[in-house]
């Protein structure tokens, strides 16, 4: 289970996921973090959905889908009492536009480690790319968390994202590690994963 504070505000509790980063968590001259202000307005706003928005991987952003203003990260629950997450972009009043789901679905969702807003395609528009952390429960390694990249790519013709089929389809885990890792991953020039230290 994810560890959480809550942040209190007049009749608005906001459930905030705690975590360490383990990449860049934002790479666009044109995002910054969502205020904590903001955060309660939109968890406010959102709270009939049950949704628990995890503030330090959501962000107000200039997105190219008409009206974007917000992209945020967000736990939920699905039918089986299972933690997962989806995507959403919001408009500035906090109306959603858009959710992307993430290509990981089977596992326990353990947390976002990074979100980046990055031409990864080479069609000059920001794409969105989310690494997530997951759980099976399943053997001795069950416990263990894996890592789980999701690309999203612009339509320009259907003015939404979509999900990559291609760039990523035969990434193994080495080359998702960062936002870094899959843009060079993408680009074919394979940055090398850092050695294990030695026990």
């Known amino acids: ?39 309660v307005m939109l968890h406010s706003k959102l709270a009939p959905e049950d949704v628990e928005i995890i503030v330090p991987q959501s962000f107000v952003v200039a997105l190219p889908v008409p009206g974007a203003h917000y992209f945020i990260s967000a736990q939920v629950t699905d039918e089986h009492g299972l933690p997962k997450v989806e995507f ?3 408009d500035a009043e906090a109306a959603t536009l858009q959710t992307l789901a993430p290509t990981e679905t089977w596992s326990s969702f353990e947390g976002v480690l990074a979100v980046a807003f990055r031409d990864m395609n080479g069609d000059g528009i920001p794409d969105i790319t989310v ?7 399943i053997g ?12 999203y790519l ?26 870094d890792h899959i843009s060079a991953y993408i680009e074919g020039t394979r940055i090398t994963p850092p050695k294990p230290p030695a026990l």
């Open 1 to 39: 289970m994810i560890p959480f504070q809550r942040l209190w505000a007049p009749s608005v509790v906001v459930a905030v996921v705690v975590m360490v980063p383990v990449a860049t968590a934002a790479e666009s001259a044109s995002s910054s973090r969502i205020p904590m202000d903001n955060g």
């Open 131 to 137: 690494i997530t952390s997951w759980t099976t429960g």
């Open 88 to 90: 959403r972009i919001l």
């Open 140 to 151: 001795p390694e069950g416990v263990v968390p894996f890592h789980a990249a999701s690309l």
């Open 154 to 179: 612009f339509d320009s013709d259907a003015g939404h994202y979509v999900v990559d089929t291609a760039l990523l389809k035969d990434a193994l885990p080495l080359y998702t590690q960062s936002i």
